[in-house]
Structure formats: structure tokens, C-alpha cells
């Protein structure tokens, strides 16, 4: 029988060394799969507090999130229409959707402008409208509507233009109340002026 000589330091694969090698591997996997797994969100490294509300619990903690999706829509769809009445000037229309005193103080601003012989012609562009606040028992909401303000007055006989258009970005606040008619705009913010 013939034996090779081996060199030093090396080693067939039944020898101890390479079972040495392999343990040392083995374990390198596991610190780097541990340290890898401490770091996913959600796992060891993530120190977020999650409350738990169990089936049932729900009206205790406030509004379900469907339900919160709910009132969402309802007031958007509100909140669109009741623009449009305002963009125009229509004061009929605005009854439907904003409170008493809104409406009163729009229809003496309009009147004022037929006074001096001049309308509010609003034209608004890029427009933007979403609920950026709710009570957590959903009877009020606060709608955020942005724009591209391009309004200007118009003569009121021939529409003509006295102004240029103002060309700049707008934001209008909207504070919306649930009542037993429906939802009600109740206040009106554009900067930090309310619209009353």
C-alpha cells in the first residue's frame, strides 16, 4: 500500500479539518441570518407599538377603517358639487351644501360686486380635494382643496375682463359638519382668513 504525504495544513474532505470549516461556516450563516432577520421591519430591531383591537372592539377604539372609507366619500361627494355652486356664484345651489351663514355672506359679497358693476369669475385649475381630518366619531371633517388660481373680475354686462388672472396656487380649507339633512360645509378657510 502506497501513502501519499500531505502537505501542511491541507486536508482530505473526511478529515477533522474540513469538519472544522463546515462548523465555521455553519455559523457564520446563522450570525449573519440572525443579524439580517433583526433588522426586517417588524422583527427584533423594530421598536413600533401595535395595538390590537379584537373583533367586536372596534366601536371602542373609534371608527373601523371601512367605515372611516365610507364617511370619506360621502363627504367628498358633497364637497365637489358644493364647489362647483361656489366657483359659479350660484347661490340657489349653495343652500344644499354650505351653512346658512355661508351662504348669506356670498350672496352679499355677489351683490356688492353687481354694485360696482364687476362679477368674480373663478377659474381654477390642477384641482385637488381630499379629507385630511376626521373626529373619531365621524360628524366632522376637514377637507384641504388646492388649486391653480386663475380667477379675475369680469364686467358684469359684457364679461369682459378687467383683471388679469392671478396665477397662483390656492388652498381652501373646509370644515364639513354631519347634520340629519346630510353633511354641511360650516366654515370656510382660505391662508389664515376664514371666508365669512
Not at 401595535?50 to 373583533?55: A, D, H, L, S, W
Not at 388679469?164 to 370656510?188: A, H, Q, S, V, Y
Request: aromatic share 6%; net charge positive; hydrophobic share 40%.
Amino acid at each position: 500500500m502506497v501513502r501519499t504525504r500531505q502537505r501542511p495544513g491541507s486536508a482530505d474532505r473526511s478529515g477533522h479539518t474540513w469538519l472544522l470549516v463546515r462548523r465555521l461556516l455553519a455559523a457564520a450563516v446563522v450570525i449573519v441570518l440572525a443579524a439580517g432577520w433583526a433588522a426586517l421591519p417588524g422583527c427584533a430591531g423594530d421598536s413600533r407599538q401595535v395595538t390590537i383591537v379584537k373583533p367586536g372592539q372596534e366601536k371602542r377604539a373609534g371608527l373601523t377603517p371601512l367605515e372611516r372609507g365610507r364617511i370619506r366619500g360621502e363627504v367628498l361627494q358633497v364637497v365637489r358639487p358644493a364647489i362647483k355652486a361656489w366657483r359659479a356664484g350660484d347661490i340657489t345651489a349653495m343652500k344644499r351644501y354650505f351653512s346658512a351663514e355661508l351662504v348669506t355672506y356670498n350672496a352679499k359679497v355677489k351683490a356688492d360686486y353687481a354694485r360696482e358693476g364687476k362679477v368674480r369669475v373663478r377659474a381654477h385649475t390642477n384641482v385637488g380635494m381630499d379629507v385630511v381630518e376626521l373626529t373619531p366619531d365621524g360628524r366632522e371633517a376637514s377637507v384641504q382643496y388646492t388649486f391653480r388660481n386663475r380667477s379675475y373680475f369680469a364686467a358684469k354686462s359684457t364679461r369682459r375682463a378687467l383683471t388679469k388672472p392671478t396665477d397662483e396656487d390656492g388652498e381652501i380649507d373646509m370644515i364639513l359638519k354631519r347634520t340629519n339633512e346630510g353633511w354641511t360645509i360650516t366654515r370656510m378657510f382660505s391662508g389664515r382668513d376664514e371666508l365669512l
